[in-house]
């Protein structure tokens, strides 16, 4: 019988990129949410939530909240991918964020550029146990991968957005307001918020697929398929043996 205490939730944007996890898990059941796809089972003898958010910050948000509210986890990981921001961070590269900062909230000149209002914080922390985890399962699949060319793995802010973004204009545009901005996406800063409310410990790991520019929308597909959502099977399959 599935028991929620102490689980751990698994969430992603795409279905694409849960499609092989569900396949990891142990007595399998589907909970017939709407509109959030909830997976429950076991891996490694440990329980699991996989929830599918949907793409941006309210989908993620309100994601994260029913998993606090209705299902008690205790945990939460995002996998999925995100487009380069930083120059040094190539396409298959990985992150892991210790920072997640919303790239546009703006209330300003109320409340400082970033800062949420009335919190007077802009970027909501990582947990520490889990980034250190998640590194020592990627440092584990990186040496054991095939490859003459294995992804290097990246640890800081990662920023996110209710818009894909996909011009060299937008991602310059980026660098120059949040220098130390790694990688963007659409969800975790709206997770990491809702997990910081809660006291919820929270990370999120983004494969590299496109460098946000031009050729994003080109890229993406391909990549979601052939290499983040294999990725993200190994990464959560060694991160569960660690927990």
Partial sequence: MYNSQMTIAIISALPEEQTGLVQLLSNHERLPQIPHRLELGFV????????????????????????????????????????????????GDVVVGSQYLQHDMDASPLFPRFEIPYTGVSRFQADTSLIAMLLEALRAIDMRANSSKPFKIHEGLIISGDRFVSSAAEVQALREALPDALC????????????????????????????????????????????????????????????
């Fill in 44 to 91: 490694h003898q440990k329980p699991v939530i996989l929830a599918l958010a949907g793409v941006g910050k309210v989908a993620a948000a309100t994601t994260a909240t029913m998993l606090i509210e209705r299902h008690k986890v205790r945990r939460m990981v995002f996998t999925g991918v995100a487009g380069a921001v930083a120059a040094h961070i190539n396409v």
């Fill in 184 to 243: 963007v996406e659409m969800e975790g800063a709206a997770i990491a918020q809702v997990c910081h409310d809660y006291h919820v410990p929270f990370a999120a790991v983004r494969s590299i697929s496109d460098k946000a520019d031009d050729n994003a929308h080109v890229d993406f597909p391909k990549f979601v398929n052939e290499i983040a959502g294999p990725l993200a099977v190994k990464l959560v399959s060694e991160l569960m043996r660690r927990l």
